[in-house]
């Protein structure tokens, strides 16, 4: 075992990496076609569970009849839930009657939820699992870049209410994440994009080495075939998995580190309405360029590397300026408000992300509000 995480090659064609957390340690099995055998990975992980599957329409319009099909050839299929898209299915008025529709199912606490999509449904449908009958079983089927890289991986589920995002939920490790990375050909180019957001994260907050190559292989990590896109996925799946191990419930200061350009790229979604105008991965493309220019700015990293930064994330045409937002650029003043309230305000000053160069984020508890203001104040007024 390395660093909590371990690796093993099953066969041809699955990797498995495994998230170390003791007794309730489970595996990422990643590879190609595997809804197909879905059946057996989900009856191996979760021996004597029938499945009910939650999905949204997207997906379930492309996906559940092969992932019905293999579970019904190892008789696991109890039926399923189909939501509507959209971040909105996060939400009390959707969690309620999908409980409801998964206890008329007859989903028993032996059972099994598995959650088919992205992290929208990955977040509601591990959510209702851990409540339902005081918990059942969970299995992630990710089918977003963003939810095989993040979100499926590391038991954080919830839902957002009025206050704000992800502000209800649970930790609820699933007993297996499946990732079946030949889906990833149907999502649209922009889902795509803003996915790989998450995955240049991983090389900017601890894995320099991979940063520069995905600066050589991008092109072929968006080209639907080949092994890049799946080396991409893995080494993110394996850093999440390790960060996971090493840091549960985000106490010690490690899980933190995966918010790198979250505190920025936060104020700037909820500026955005969490609209079209700007999803998920591409604000954090534009938070992590502003935590790295910000800590150019103070020294703490060299201009050079901000700019290699800057230039990675045009190059894959994800924005990189707050000016990019379509719809009209925010106040400082509005921005430092959304901020505060997703990082909490202690005697002046505010956590970040903050880095000495590529692959070393690092927390810093220190960061003065007026130095923030100015900061703010010059890259919400440039072009
Ligand atoms: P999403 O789940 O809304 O999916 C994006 C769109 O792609 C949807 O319209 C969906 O129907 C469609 N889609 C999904 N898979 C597809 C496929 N293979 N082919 C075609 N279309 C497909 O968005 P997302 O970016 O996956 O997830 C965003 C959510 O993840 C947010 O709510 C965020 O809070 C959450 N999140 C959670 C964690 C965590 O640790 N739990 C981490 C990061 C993000």
């Known amino acids: 075992m390395r660093d909590g995480a371990d690796t093993l090659a099953y066969g041809e064609c699955e990797t498995v990496i495994k998230v170390a957390l003791g007794d309730r340690s489970y595996p990422i099995v990643l590879g190609e076609r595997l809804l ?18 939650v999905s949204d329409r997207n997906v379930a319009a492309l996906y559940m009849a092969p992932l019905k099909a293999s579970l019904d050839r190892h008789g696991l299929f109890l039926g399923e839930a189909v939501v509507s898209p959209g971040e909105a299915s996060k939400s009390f008025a959707v969690l309620a009657p999908l409980c409801e529709s998964l206890l008329e199912l007859g989903v028993e606490r ?35 870049l963003l939810a095989q890289v993040d979100s499926a991986i590391g038991g954080k589920t919830g839902i957002d209410t009025r206050q704000g995002k992800n502000l209800i939920g649970t930790f ?10 030949s889906v990833l050909s149907t999502l649209s180019p922009r889902e795509f994009r803003a996915g790989y957001a998450e995955v240049v994260k991983y090389g900017l907050l601890g894995d320099a080495p991979f940063f520069a190559w995905l600066e050589a292989n991008w092109p072929k990590v968006f080209a639907a075939a080949g092994a890049e896109r799946r080396h991409a996925v ?44 700007l999803l998920h991965g591409e604000a954090i493309a534009i938070g992590m360029r502003l935590a790295f220019t910000f800590s150019a700015e103070f020294g703490l990293c060299s ?37 505060a309230q997703d990082k909490k305000v202690k005697g002046g ?12 984020a690092f927390v810093e508890r220190d960061v003065t509000l007026p130095r923030l203001t100015e900061f703010l104040a010059r890259e919400c007024a440039a072009g």
């Open 110 to 144: 032996g059972d099994c939820i598995v959650a088919l999509g992205g992290g929208v449904v990955g977040d509601l449908a591990g959510f209702a699992a851990s409540i339902l009958r005081r918990g059942v079983r969970v299995a992630q089927m990710p089918t977003t």
């Open 172 to 181: 609820h490790q699933p007993s297996l994440v499946l990732a079946d990375v």
């Open 349 to 360: 000053k505010l956590a970040f992300v903050l880095v000495h160069g590529i692959g070393q």
């Open 234 to 277: 893995e080494t993110s799946a394996r850093a999440k998995a390790k960060i996971v191990a090493a840091d549960e419930r985000e106490e010690k200061g490690t899980r933190a580190l995966l918010n790198l350009g979250h505190t920025f790229g936060h104020a700037l979604e909820a500026f955005a309405g969490y609209s079209d105008r």
């Open 303 to 339: 201009a050079a590397d901000a700019a290699r930064v800057e230039k990675h994330l045009s190059a894959v045409g994800l924005p990189t300026k707050i000016a990019a937002i379509p719809g009209g650029t925010p106040a400082p003043e509005a921005l430092l408000a959304l901020m």
């Open 36 to 53: 197909s055998s879905a059946g057996q990975w989900i009856a191996q992980a979760v021996p004597g569970a029938r499945c009910a599957v």
